[in-house]
């Protein structure tokens, strides 16, 4: 079964496959390295004339465009990129950990119980733009509206059902007569959990965090809509160029958007191996 | 299958199973009712009464019954279509991404050179942030873009469109969009099922003279099936979410031609003003979603528990 070769037809099936695939990274890489001349050139440029790291200049220090005439960036982006560094960092380590003892707890001592997949699944279901309304309405009344905690209980509870399921997945995979072992040398539960699970399943753990971590980054709604003036992060700054500027800075908003990606498809290739396993909360191992 | 609780080491040291099993359970359960549970109550009060951020406390707000969710089942037209359209886009999208992503896993079930670059590469597009994805195909798709510039190449000027201009298109940009991002995730998955389906029967079954038809459905398909069902369990649940592209890409534009189920409720919330109204659509579609998804699960309930592969 594992032994045949791909023959001519499916290797050329293969290469378009991959020109599909990397040709709209491609795109805003090469966008993000153009100068103002080409960002809205007609016929599209591909590769640009002069390559230059001015785009990415321009989002720390608005007026680096000054040379080429070419104003409007209103506002930097720094304040984006730290609020999405720091609400992303944060809100990552509270899921981990949380889900970390849930994981434990559910495979240790949990009953299975039959609903459960179909009680995370509704959660998961409901639309966010609804969350967000009855968030609003709360978070304006104790004062959480367009703050870093808002916005990071949020992250929390959004990503809790994907940390503590892959997690879970982990720990159900580690046997039990590891544990099992280290109580009978008389250690109580909870030390044997803390001194024995948790280092065992090390590398779930790191995967575990980096997919996290790929959500908090990634979430775009709830940032939307919790932030006014006080907090910002990459995807709201980006939505907020492409608005304000009508589509002619392209060079600046494609290099936000590289900003943005580049941690990402780092951080999916590293662990592209638990990739399914988080995605199907634990169900798919690979 | 439910395990058995670690047994009371014979030193019985330290606390019950049961105060453990809170210990480390409570702050999950915590922060899910604080943060979940309690906002829906919220939302689900909300959605029978009238209330909207001028009327002062939502406690003050007039209690209508069933008013908005009648009025969004009978008369709301563009919630009716929001609804036709994202089931519309969702099923050709889960189609495509499906067979995409079959074809290929199945491609890589032979052997060639640049394997392991190959399966990146074809990852890559799922780790791009759904706003980033959504803002590179609005560039690709400008009239001046590139997918234009292909197009004039191959077909002549008449072939380039206007993407954004009338809802076909658009939609058709929407659903190319979403395509792209997430064929890599059914790739994944079914590469992964494909991998684990047991070699010795496959082969006994050829011995035996079985055709390659027949091992594909009566050997090779009992594995997969629960883990295809999987797959289009976990897409089911996001596509019916599309938010973030369509917003980069459209806006739900021209007109409310490509808005998203999702995409309504954000407007009706935060452009309108009508919480309450959007807060009952936001549980007719839960509602609506739960029974599709329930009728697909039922038969990988246990797969989904275990995950046993």
Not at chain 1, 35 to 46: G, V
Not at chain 2, 102 to 115: E, P
Not at chain 2, 134 to 155: C, D, H, K, R, T
Not at chain 2, 213 to 226: E, I, N, Y
Request: aromatic content about 12%.
């Amino acid at each position: 079964m594992m032994t045949k070769k791909l023959s001519p037809l499916q290797t050329v099936i293969m290469g378009i496959a991959l020109i599909l695939v990397l040709f709209p990274v491609f795109w805003i890489l090469m966008t993000a390295i153009k100068p103002p001349t080409d960002w809205n050139a007609s016929p599209a440029i591909w590769v640009p004339s002069e390559p230059t790291l001015v785009n990415f200049q321009t989002l720390f220090d608005p007026d680096a465009l000054g040379k080429y005439g070419v104003g409007g960036v209103s506002q930097p982006a720094t304040k984006a990129v730290f609020g999405s560094i720091l609400a992303t960092f944060i809100a990552t380590t509270l899921s981990v950990v949380i889900g970390l003892f849930s994981a434990i707890g559910i495979s240790r001592y949990g009953n299975n119980s039959k609903s459960t997949p179909l009680i995370i699944l509704s959660g998961r279901m409901f639309p966010p733009a609804a969350i967000a309304v009855p968030f609003v309405i709360i978070f304006s009344n104790i004062g959480l509206i367009d703050s870093y905690t808002g916005l990071i209980a949020i992250y929390v509870a959004v990503t809790l059902p994907f940390s503590t399921w892959m997690l879970k997945s982990f720990v159900d995979d580690l046997p039990r007569e590891i544990e099992e072992a280290a109580m009978i040398d008389g250690r109580s539960k909870l030390m044997a959990h803390l001194t024995v699970t948790i280092p065992l399943i090390k590398g779930g753990l790191f995967a575990t965090t980096m997919f996290i971590f790929i959500l908090n980054w990634s979430e775009f709604m709830f940032a939307l809509v919790l932030s006014y003036t006080n907090v910002s992060t990459i995807p709201v700054q980006l939505a907020k160029y492409v608005t304000a500027t009508a589509g002619t800075l392209y060079g600046v908003q494609a290099a936000l958007a590289v900003l943005a990606m580049i941690p990402l498809v780092i951080v999916g290739y590293l662990i592209q191996g638990h990739l399914a396993r988080g995605m199907t909360f634990g169900a798919i191992k690979q | 299958m439910t395990q058995a609780a670690i047994s009371t080491s014979p030193t019985r040291k330290g606390l019950s199973n049961k105060t453990i099993a809170r210990i480390f359970t409570v702050p999950g359960q915590v922060v899910s009712l604080l943060v979940l549970v309690m906002p829906l109550l919220v939302a689900l009060y909300m959605s029978f009464t009238d209330w909207s951020p001028t009327r002062g406390s939502l406690f003050d707000a007039g209690f209508v019954g069933f008013d908005n969710y009648s009025e969004l089942l009978i008369w709301d037209t563009r919630f009716i279509y929001a609804v036709i359209r994202t089931f519309l886009i969702s099923t050709i999208c889960l189609s495509l991404e499906f067979s995409f992503g079959l074809g290929l896993a199945v491609l890589f079930m032979r052997k060639f050179r640049g394997k392991s670059f190959f399966f990146s590469a074809f990852l890559t597009p799922m780790m791009i942030l759904p706003v980033v994805v959504g803002y590179i195909f609005w560039m690709l798709f400008q009239s001046n873009g590139p997918i234009n510039q292909v197009l004039e190449l191959a077909f002549g000027a008449e072939a380039m469109m206007e993407w954004f201009k009338s809802a076909p298109p658009a939609i058709f940009a929407v659903i190319i969009t979403e395509v792209w991002h997430w064929t890599p995730l059914f790739f994944l998955i079914l590469l992964s099922g494909l991998n684990s389906v047991p070699e010795n029967p496959v082969r006994a079954a050829v011995i035996l003279g079985a055709n390659p038809r027949q091992v594909f459905w009566r050997v090779v398909m009992p594995t997969l099936k629960p883990v295809i069902i999987v797959a289009f369990v976990i897409r089911a649940m996001e596509v019916i979410k599309l938010f973030d592209e369509v917003f980069m890409l459209t806006r739900g534009g021209p007109g409310s031609s490509t808005e998203t189920i999702s995409l309504y409720i954000y407007k009706l919330a935060f452009n309108d003003f009508q919480l309450a109204y959007g807060a009952a659509a936001a549980f007719l579609v839960l509602v609506g979603s739960l029974l599709l998804v329930h009728m697909l699960l039922a038969p990988v309930r246990d797969q989904l528990l275990e995950g046993d592969k």
